[in-house]
């Protein structure tokens, strides 16, 4: 695999492209494939729409190449396809199962969609959720000393709760609501034994004990 480390000074809300792959922080030759360079050149630049336009026409050549899985999802996530950027890191993840980023990108993509889909049934909404806190677990298996995945996992929990914990929604269910308030309190808690000046985070441990406790 020849690719040009990325450095990727690039940002959406708290969320950075961090490097991609074992050899990341190296030089390497440019790729032999024309889309994946031009695809490259618009990531780096900051336009994920030609990004993804030109990474999508590499494939299915690269489809097996978890960099350029790995930009494209990137790019559809900076899109806003969040369903097509949860498949893609989802592919990422097959064919590199250690690859920690790639698991909080798919995690987050389909937290992000099981909140913004007005076409999503509740207990799809529920699944996806639940699927989003066992990618966040993972990536805290592979690297458990970074913050965001902690407070992302916890963000995923709280958003469960509010999803089942609303009296006269299809899979109502309290007992499961206040566990998932508990798990995004602890998570929060683990975000502020990192820095605990976070005062945002000592905010929605408050705003999570409150809805824990109002449950119906």
């Known amino acids: 695999m020849n690719l040009k480390s990325l450095k990727l000074g690039l940002f959406t ?3 950075a492209l961090v490097a991609l792959g074992a050899n990341a922080q190296q030089k390497q030759a440019e790729h032999s494939n024309a889309n994946v360079r031009m695809g490259q050149k618009a990531l780096l ?10 990474l999508t026409k ?8 978890p960099d350029v899985l790995y930009m494209l999802g990137y790019s559809q ?3 806003g396809d969040y369903k ?16 920690a980023n ?36 993972k990536a805290i298996a592979i690297t458990s000393t970074d913050s965001k995945f902690y407070q992302n996992r916890a963000i995923a929990n709280r958003d469960l709760g509010i999803l089942i914990g609303t009296a006269g929604t299809p899979n109502y269910n309290k007992a499961m609501a ?5 798990n995004a309190i602890k998570d929060y808690e683990k ?3 990192f820095d605990s000046s976070k005062k945002d985070i000592q905010t929605e441990i408050k705003k999570a004990k409150v809805y824990r406790d109002n449950l119906k």
């Open 58 to 65: 590499a494939l299915p050549e690269e489809g097996k190449d």
């Open 84 to 99: 097509k950027s949860a498949e893609t890191f989802g592919k990422v993840v097959a064919l590199s199962p250690k690859n």
């Open 102 to 137: 790639a698991l909080y990108f798919k995690a987050k993509a389909n937290n992000t969609l099981a909140i913004q889909a007005n076409k999503v049934s509740a207990a799809n909404k529920e699944q996806l959720l639940r699927v989003a806190i066992e990618d966040y677990s």
């Open 77 to 79: 996530f900076q899109n």
């Open 13 to 15: 809300g708290v969320f």
């Open 45 to 54: 630049d900051g336009d994920f729409k030609n990004a993804e336009s030109y």
């Open 191 to 193: 975000v502020l034994s």
């Open 178 to 182: 206040t566990d998932a308030y508990n």
